[in-house]
C-alpha cells in the first residue's frame, strides 16, 4: 500500500485560502488516480477532486472555481488550493491514491472555516 500524509489543515476566516499537501511515498502518479476527498460532522464522506493518472481533473460542482488539485511529481506531493472558503467547507479532509488493485488513505487533516 501507498503512505499518504496530509498536511496543512488549519482555522480560517470565511473568505480565505489554504493549500493542503499530501506526500506520498514513492513515485505513484503515473500509476494512481489521486483524490481529495473530505467529511463534514454527521455527513458522509464526499469526493471533492482528482488528478487523474493520465493528467485530467475533475471537482465537485460545490468546489468549482475555488479550489484547485495540483500534483508536484519530483516531491511526489499532491495539493489542494482552497480559496474564498466558505463555512460549509469545514471537514476533514482525506488524500486518497486508488488504482485496480490498491485504495490507500491518509489520515486527513481538520480544515475549519469560522469567523
Known amino acids: 500500500q501507498v503512505q499518504l500524509v496530509e498536511s496543512g489543515g488549519g482555522l480560517v476566516q470565511p473568505g480565505g485560502s489554504l493549500r493542503l499537501s499530501c506526500a506520498a511515498s514513492?513515485?505513484?502518479?503515473?500509476?494512481?488516480?489521486m483524490r481529495w476527498y473530505r467529511q463534514a460532522p454527521g455527513k458522509q464522506r464526499e469526493l471533492v477532486a482528482t488528478?487523474?493518472?493520465?493528467?485530467?481533473?475533475y471537482y465537485v460542482d460545490s468546489v468549482k472555481g475555488r479550489f484547485t488539485i495540483s500534483r508536484d511529481n519530483v516531491k511526489n506531493t499532491v495539493y489542494l488550493q482552497m480559496n474564498s472558503l466558505k463555512p460549509e467547507d469545514t471537514a476533514v479532509y482525506y488524500c486518497?491514491?486508488?488504482?485496480?488493485?490498491?485504495?490507500?488513505w491518509g489520515r486527513g487533516t481538520q480544515v475549519t472555516v469560522s469567523s
Open positions: 514513492g513515485s505513484i502518479f503515473n500509476r494512481y488516480h
Open positions: 488528478f487523474t493518472s493520465g493528467g485530467s481533473t
Open positions: 486518497n491514491a486508488d488504482n485496480a488493485v490498491d485504495n490507500s
